[in-house]
């Protein structure tokens, strides 16, 4: 009982960290881009999907350790916010998080929910 009240206390901690990290990181890269010049669109856009990217590589460098792993909550969170080509590629390339259901399933309704906002303001994909 101890340790699993120690491992939620844990985990908490964890999810702020990286979740600060990821926020500092956004800021860095998103700034860095307007100041060179790219729209907030891209620069929101890029800054996002290479956050989510370091975090998931990041994700599966640590896996086999003993160390706190990037919560899923984040990662979808990122996924949200714009960063779901760079959930896509991680699981196609680096093969992380493939394996999960539970995951994918919410992956997929992240997917689904995006697309119908795209639609919904007349944004065709082709």
Same mark, same amino acid.
């Given at each position: 009982?101890?340790y699993a009240l120690f491992r939620s206390a844990f985990v908490k901690h964890a999810l702020r960290a990286y979740f600060l990290a990821a926020?500092?990181?956004?800021?860095?890269?998103?700034?860095?881009?307007?100041?060179?010049?790219?729209t907030y669109l891209n620069a929101h856009i890029a800054a996002i999907?290479?956050?989510?990217? =370091?975090?998931? *590589?990041?994700?599966?460098?640590?896996?086999?350790?003993? =160390?706190?792993? *990037?919560?899923?909550?984040?990662?979808? +969170? =990122?996924?949200? +916010?714009?960063?779901? !080509? +760079?959930?896509?590629?991680?699981?196609?390339?680096?093969?992380?998080?493939? +394996?999960? !259901?539970? $995951?994918? *399933?919410?992956?997929?309704?992240?997917?689904?929910?995006?697309?119908?906002?795209?639609?919904? $303001?007349?944004?065709?994909?082709?």
């Amino acid at each position: 009982m101890r340790y699993a009240l120690f491992r939620s206390a844990f985990v908490k901690h964890a999810l702020r960290a990286y979740f600060l990290a990821a926020i500092g990181s956004y800021c860095c890269l998103a700034a860095g881009l307007i100041l060179s010049g790219a729209t907030y669109l891209n620069a929101h856009i890029a800054a996002i999907n290479i956050t989510t990217g =370091l975090l998931f *590589v990041f994700d599966k460098l640590i896996s086999p350790s003993r =160390l706190a792993r *990037v919560p899923e909550k984040l990662i979808l +969170a =990122l996924s949200v +916010a714009g960063g779901t !080509p +760079a959930v896509l590629l991680g699981l196609i390339i680096i093969r992380h998080k493939s +394996a999960k !259901p539970r $995951f994918l *399933v919410k992956l997929i309704i992240v997917l689904l929910i995006q697309f119908c906002i795209l639609r919904l $303001f007349g944004i065709k994909l082709k």
